[in-house]
């Protein structure tokens, strides 16, 4: 069986998905010229992530994630914001067979999809809202300690990515999206989405509001902030599931899931002019049997800064259980996050991921670029 690379059809998608990246790109700059203002200057951002992956045997693979942002605001404290991505990998079959899925970034190839299309609108410092095409991605389990690790569970719970058709990466769906500042260190956060998430292949089903077919998915999070001197993220969310009638079997009830969680993200002791050690600890349940993940737990340990780079580094590991059904998986991450510069960053990490019977090793290499106006 030939390489997939040098599969004609491939080929031709790569082609495909390049020229449709380039017209994504000249968009968004015919927009940004159309909306230029002295006053209020429109923004743009990219993100690129590109990953070389192995299990230290036979299988490897190259996954890449692009994202693209554009904003400007037509009148004071509103604003239209587009983005976009784009993934691409070399292989079609993962290298690994673990549930929770070691890798971020790896996607099913695709050209282009929105990941996020609407509206904001603030009220000064206490309140903003956004209705339009929205990711669970964005906003929520975005902390800093959280943030370091490569393991797709450390972007959104199993509980939620394997139990709901919900908007997590790749995918989205409409939302209204809310987050209200009580004080200063308090925030509160809020997500109604359509509750069957989808993308640009599926046509127009990416803007679909139809709650009796599709149903509803609303999330919630209420976050402590910590002071100044010593960070600390302590977080207590909730979310719903009512299924739409496309989801329940023939002559069966729609039904009603929950699942709820905790984190905690905190600086122990620091030394020196910046060095930093903190801890992290999540938790999440899912009480319906007939959910595929009913629990999540995890806890990691971080060492910020303790060389001399000038733009920061982190020493990290983590380890987490998850029980899909009667199957317990137990994955273990080592990693090392190194920024070169203010826009590239290098991460090597290596995986031990325990599922079941089975085991795998997976080292990944990870260089990150962002830009933004």
């Not at 990219?46 to 190259?62: D, G, M, P, V």
């Not at 009913?294 to 380890?319: C, E, M």
Request: proline residues 2%.
């Amino acid at each position: 069986m030939r390489r997939l690379y040098y599969d004609k059809e491939y080929r031709n998608y790569k082609k495909c998905a390049i020229r449709k990246i380039l017209m994504t790109i000249a968009l968004i700059a015919c927009c940004l010229a159309a909306t230029a203002r002295e006053d209020r200057k429109p923004w743009f951002a990219a993100e690129y992530t590109s990953e070389f992956q192995s299990n230290l045997s036979k299988k490897y693979n190259w996954a890449n994630l692009l994202s693209l942002q554009v904003g400007f605001s037509p009148w004071k404290n509103g604003s239209f914001e587009i983005e976009t991505l784009s993934a691409f990998k070399t292989r079609r079959e993962r290298i690994a067979g673990d549930f929770q899925e070691f890798s971020n970034v790896e996607e099913d190839n695709m050209a282009i999809n929105l990941f996020l299309t609407g509206y904001r609108h603030t009220l000064g410092d206490l309140l903003f809202f956004f209705a339009g095409v929205r990711n669970v991605n964005n906003d929520y389990f975005t902390q800093e300690y959280t943030s370091i690790f490569t393991n797709s569970s450390c972007g959104i719970y199993p509980t939620l990515s394997k139990n709901y058709p919900l908007a997590d990466q790749p995918l989205s769906a409409m939302c209204l999206h809310m987050e209200f500042n009580i004080t200063d260190n308090l925030l509160l956060k809020n997500s109604l989405y359509n509750g069957t998430a989808s993308q640009l292949t599926d046509g127009a089903r990416i803007f679909n509001i139809n709650p009796r077919n599709d149903g509803v998915f609303n999330i919630t999070e209420l976050s402590y902030l910590a002071g100044k001197k010593k960070y600390g993220h302590y977080g207590l969310g909730f979310a719903v599931d009512y299924e739409g009638h496309a989801a329940k079997p023939e002559g069966g009830k729609r039904k009603f899931n929950y699942t709820i969680w905790g984190s905690v993200e905190k600086s122990v002791l620091r030394w020196g002019a910046e060095t930093e050690l903190g801890f992290l600890a999540q938790a999440s349940v899912a009480p319906n049997t007939d959910l595929e993940c009913r629990r999540y737990s995890g806890i990691g340990a971080v060492l910020k800064n303790i060389t001399a780079s000038k733009h920061g580094d982190h020493l990290a590991a983590f380890v987490n259980r998850a029980m899909f059904g009667h199957v317990a998986e137990t994955a273990m991450e080592f990693t090392f996050k190194y920024g070169l510069n203010d826009r590239i960053t290098i991460q090597p990490t290596f995986h031990h991921i325990l599922t079941g019977s089975k085991r795998y090793n997976i080292a990944l290499m990870r260089l990150c670029f962002t830009f933004e106006n």
